[in-house]
Nanobody, 124 residues
Framework: QVQLVESGGDSVQAGGSLRLSCAVS????????MGWFRQAPGKAREGVAA???????KYADSVKGRFSISRDSARNTLYLQMNSLRPEDTATYYC??????????????????WGQGTQVTVSS
């Protein structure tokens, strides 16, 4: 069955970098839309970045220029490179799969499969 497993979360200082990974099994993600979402305590879940098709990507304004989403089709793995991290980036990060859409989007309700999340903590 389809399964998404995140890894790479850690505690870092402001200005540092992390690379999150999401291993996908059960379905190919070569064309389907995949995204990263995050949720901080007391706040709503928000979209961070998404990728679909050959090179279609979408980023939240708050992470443009700092985060980069990519995927390795051969390894069926999704990545989120996070640079210049800020304390406000602190959250649980989730990867998700939308198996019905082949364009990048951040509409969380349209994603059908979710991982369990990985914690990112950025200290000031």
């Amino acid at each position: 069955q389809v399964q998404l497993v995140e890894s790479g979360g850690d505690s870092v200082q402001a200005g540092g970098s992390l690379r999150l990974s999401c291993a996908v099994s059960g379905y190919s993600n070569s064309n389907w839309c995949m995204g990263w979402f995050r949720q901080a305590p007391g706040k709503a879940r928000e979209g961070v970045a998404a990728i679909a098709g050959a090179s279609s990507t979408k980023y939240a304004d708050s992470v443009k220029g700092r985060f980069s989403i990519s995927r390795d089709s051969a390894r069926n793995t999704l990545y989120l490179q996070m640079n210049s991290l800020r304390p406000e980036d602190t959250a649980t990060y989730y990867c998700a799969l939308d198996p019905w859409v082949e364009y990048a989007h951040l509409g969380d309700l349209q994603y059908n499969y979710w991982g369990q999340g990985t914690q990112v903590t950025v200290s000031s």
